[in-house]
């Protein structure tokens, strides 16, 4: 005989006679018995098939009289139908099944079992090994096996053999120990099931509504003879079927862009943890709070080179590790669960993040509060397959995409999504190439130095800038640069000549000239006397540096003590673009945004000044 033992507890003091019809007995060997109606005794094989039954504790088990252990031995008892069992024993040991009408259904796949709306914290462990094993659950989205209680609008029904059984009352909810926590959310299959009939109030004996009294196969000591189906015909003063803990929905939520996402923004590849989205829930009615548990997140990617352009990617490569956050808790994902091939690098692909299935979300948005999640993922390397220039774009964009329950109503909430809460672009780039503004190269890198006093000639050092790439070589094409103040010269002769000089090559012959007017910019082309005549080497060592020098003969000038004022001049690198040896014909560009042009400021001296 099967047995699992009880732990030291208290148990009652066993009496005379048989215990009555839905007892739980212990005999001496330790062996934990149901008394059924029809008068058998039969074992539990485990505390777990014991404890998923919800009116069964331990506290209330008793000694088993003599007359009790004359009692014939049934079959053992199977545990509760609609539970979730994982196999403590045996070459299965640790596979979970969902118990049906006394035998145990499979889930082939994790993203099954949630789809399904069970979660493994609600699962208990136990002997599985003498019961039937029946077919899988194939989809997340066929109907839920007789046992299951579900949540069809609000109402909560037992699914049975024929359809859907009706609940008349909480009372007789709670009477066969059913917790809210076993009820999943009926999907369209469950939906479309007729309602057959009206689940009764338990009775003593009785371990199943479901006009069944949940047998299994015999222990192999006993032969137990066939047990009476009991009557279950509800009276007619139970046909109304009762909205167990529900009323109408009363929440309302609003998902917009929080003001924590990035606006639009180049990120290296490589980069753990990035951000790329921060969306905003919240509850405006005061009513009642509302809990998210599922969210279904687009992403939309334009462009891009890969490694080997041309090749159909076999795995989504730019990003890996999506993760959905909220303070310290951590909802993540591998990858993209859209069905569309990823194609990452070759037009335009939608693809989408699934936040229902797989780990389930449990985010609680307090009555008139708010929640932010936050976006974040890995971004792969260019070995590894990420597409440099891809840009990309993430979205809820349907009311169907965030499934929303008030925890008062337990019903399904229709949230108000503004602008398809899109994020700004986020541009993925092989190597950020970024300038640093100093006063001095270094010595030995043919050493220049922006003079601190003005001295108005034709070739005046006015700048100088550390190009840096941290981890590629790079080829720098040009640079924009950006003039402004009061020294500049106007009317005739108001343009003013740049000439760009490479550190690492001398200042003989410049790679770049240009010619600015006024406040304005000019783009330099660094194709001259360049290394390769194609643009500037920038090694990853963060020895090069770009030395601007300026026709400022037609300066304002101002002497100490001639009663004029000191004029002002500042030179910028605002923008430039660079290419990627090993991604030839990919131009990138910088900076993205403006509060990172960096800027050189032309003091003047101290004897006289601009």
Known sequence: MLAF??????????????????????TQDGTIYFIGADGQKRPYTSAGAFLSYGLNAFNNVVDASAEDNALPSGSFIPPQDGKIICSDRGGDKGTCYLISQSVKVGFPTAAIFTGQGFNFKNALRGDTSFLAYNSNTQTESEAHRPGVLVNKGGTIYLVGSQGLLGIPSVQTFQSWGYSFNDVVLANSADKALPTSGIMPTHSAGLLSPLGQNLSSSPSPATNPSPMPTPNLTPSPAAQIVYAVNTTTPQ?????????????????????????????NFKETSGNEAVNIKGLTITARVTGGITNGNGV????YNTLKNLSLVNGSTVISRASFSASTP??????????????????????????????????????SDWAAGAATNSVWQFSINTTADATLIGQNSNSNL?????????????????QPLTFNPVTSTPAGKNFASVIAEGM?????????????????????NSITLSQAGTALPTGTSSAVSYYVYDSLIGYSQPVGIGTLSGSGSVTINLSLNSALNKGVNVPTDGSEYLVIAADTTNFSLCYPGNN?????????????????????????????APDIAKTAVYPGGVGRSY
């Open 312 to 315: 159909a990617n076999t795995a």
């Open 414 to 430: 229709t949230p108000i999504v503004t602008n398809a809460a899109a994020s700004a672009l986020s541009t993925i780039i092989k």
């Open 564 to 592: 004029c004022t000191a004029y002002g001049y500042s030179l910028s690198l605002s923008g430039w673009q660079y290419s990627d040896p090993a991604a030839p014909g990919v131009i990138s560009t910088g900076p993205f």
């Open 5 to 26: 033992i009880a732990l030291a507890m208290p148990f009652a003091r066993a009496r005379a006679a048989v215990h009555p019809s839905g007892a739980n007995i212990k």
């Open 251 to 279: 929440g309302t939520v609003e998902i917009t862009v929080d003001s924590a996402s990035p606006s639009a923004q180049q990120l290296p590849m490589s980069k753990k943890g990035a951000v790329f989205y921060a969306v």
């Open 456 to 476: 108005r000639n034709t070739q005046e050092k006015v700048g100088i800038f550390n190009a840096i790439s941290p981890s590629t070589t790079l080829l720098l």
């Open 342 to 379: 990823p194609r990452e690098g070759a037009g335009t692909q939608t693809y989408e993040i699934d936040f229902k299935t797989g780990s389930p979300l449990n985010f609680q948005i307090p009555a008139s509060g708010t929640v932010t999640l936050t976006l974040k993922a890995d971004i």
